[in-house]
């Protein structure tokens, strides 16, 4: 059974970086048919898909459009976990974050509650 | 981006009935390699994660009480909640990964009536 662990701060200060972390248990981040998603969800915006990275003999990214350019994913493999990092955050960015497994998204972290604010 | 329509946006239903939730999606969502549509069911209740319930349309997750169905005809996809429990008050999403971006439908929130 795959579980994903999810850590990072709760409180995060406009124009600044957003950083979680998302550990696996059951499953391997670079496994070559795999592919590791981050989803937030808001009031205004709901469930919103914002990437995903994956290992086909390098390390891929995909990015949502609405945030293309101040999102980074990172991988490590020694820790079999994976990161979001979003730059210069605004209140827009207030949200339940999430990460989540695969394609039709079978498994998912508890979530993180991100508040932007000074 | 392919969107998804759901409907209605709630509805409250007595315990024991029926719930129909209805999702669209703005274009095919068959894949080709399987011959699939590629849409999964998503449960939401308060405080947790969504929950996964059906994928390729119509497989229904492990742990999934059969009293819950799907139908599927070309980009419309019914799900419906037979003999309603109480443990089935939640929001239901629909969505699409047959292309990035995945989406979302807007969710449909059942209650009890």
């Known amino acids: 059974q795959v579980q994903l662990q999810q850590s990072g701060p709760g409180l995060v200060k406009p124009s600044e970086t957003l950083s979680l972390t998302c550990s696996i248990s059951g499953d391997n981040v670079s496994r070559n048919t795999a592919a590791w998603n981050w989803i937030r969800q808001s009031p205004s915006r709901g469930l919103e898909w914002l990437g995903r990275t994956y290992y086909r003999s390098k390390w891929l990214n995909d990015y949502a459009l609405s945030v293309r350019g101040r999102m980074v994913f990172t991988a490590d493999t020694s820790k079999n976990q994976f990161s979001l990092h979003l730059t210069s955050v605004t209140p827009e960015d207030t949200a339940i974050y999430y990460c989540?497994?695969?394609?039709?998204?079978?498994?998912w972290s508890q979530g993180t509650l991100v508040t932007i604010s000074s | 981006d392919i969107v998804m329509t759901q409907s209605p946006d709630s509805l409250a239903v007595s315990l024991g009935e029926r719930a129909t939730i209805n999702c669209k999606a703005s274009?095919?969502?068959?894949?080709?390699?399987?011959?699939?549509?590629?849409l999964a069911w998503l449960q939401q209740k308060p405080g947790h994660p969504p929950k996964l319930l059906f994928y390729?349309?119509?497989t229904r997750e492990s742990g999934v009480p059969d009293r819950f169905s799907v139908s599927e005809s070309g980009t419309d996809f019914t799900l419906t909640i037979n003999s309603l429990q109480a443990e089935d008050v939640a929001v239901y999403y629909c969505?699409?990964?047959?292309?990035?971006?995945?989406?979302f439908g807007g969710g449909t929130k059942v209650e009890i009536k």
């Open positions: 274009q095919s969502l068959l894949y080709s390699s399987n011959n699939k549509n590629s």
């Open positions: 989540a497994r695969g394609w039709s998204l079978p498994d």
């Open positions: 969505q699409q990964y047959l292309a990035i971006p995945l989406t």
């Open positions: 390729w349309a119509s």
